[in-house]
């Protein structure tokens, strides 16, 4: 069955990138920008690196995977199949208006060869590996997150994780050796945000000793605004220094012995009148 208007579009793979036929799921994980482009290695033969080394193995990796199921309409995603005797299999990416993009053709090519639908492209790999069978779609593409159904999902790109990086700051108020506050790291982040939604990534920047820590400071701020802790301060400040000032005009007077004052030892008597 088709889907569609259950899912969101968490990120849009670019299909107009160079290819080398037969290095399909290196051509797809380029279009997330999760594998290089295509080039040649110290034996002179064309590869790529990728998360995943062949498309069966990333069908196999299961990560969103929907067997047996129409792509969503509407939306780029990656599609999967089995070939015949080849064992590596093959993968494609399904455009929003049915067209499927592919690594179809021999040799290098500076974008990807667009088939009209999906039953084409079975059509003409069917003819070359004679059979080709649709496993189904997937909504990850390598490490990254493509759709989601529901709540959106946080994948794995710049925006993403400076949005997260910036509220980490603020609640973890993890801080550098000049005392700056500073992001947790893109690692981090990849281990607690990505593929969760934001609710949850907000509950995990939450659920620390720095968070906790973050909050006692901040509470005590509020006490402080609260309780006019600076003017009262200010007001101590005047106190101390209007002491200060007395008790430098008395050690003046002593000095001198024009006070009122003489001293005795450690003592300090006053003089008769």
Partial sequence: MSVGSE?????????????VGGLCEGYVEGTAEEATFPYKDKNNNWT??????TAIAAWNAGNGNHPNEL??????????FALGNNKAGHTALQLEDGRVASSTQAGWHPTGYIHPNLADLIKVYTKANSSCTYLGWTEWIGRKQIVSKGDEMIPDNDNDYNRWALTS?????RVDGNNQLVALTREEFRKSAVGKT?????EILEDSTEAEGTLVTLQTGEDAQKGDWVGQIKSLQGVVI???KQIAALEKEIAEGSGDFIPVGELFIRKDK
Avoid: F
């Avoid at 790529?48 to 080394?53: D, F, L, S, W």
């Avoid at 792509?71 to 999967?80: E, F, I, K, Q």
């Fill in 7 to 19: 899912y969101t579009q968490l990120y849009l793979p670019d299909p107009y990138i160079p290819y």
């Fill in 48 to 53: 790529t690196a990728g998360v995943y080394p």
């Fill in 71 to 80: 792509p969503p309409a509407g939306l780029r995603v990656a599609l999967h």
């Fill in 169 to 173: 700051k603020y609640v973890r108020s």
């Fill in 198 to 202: 934001w609710l949850e990534a907000l």
């Fill in 242 to 244: 209007e002491k200060d």
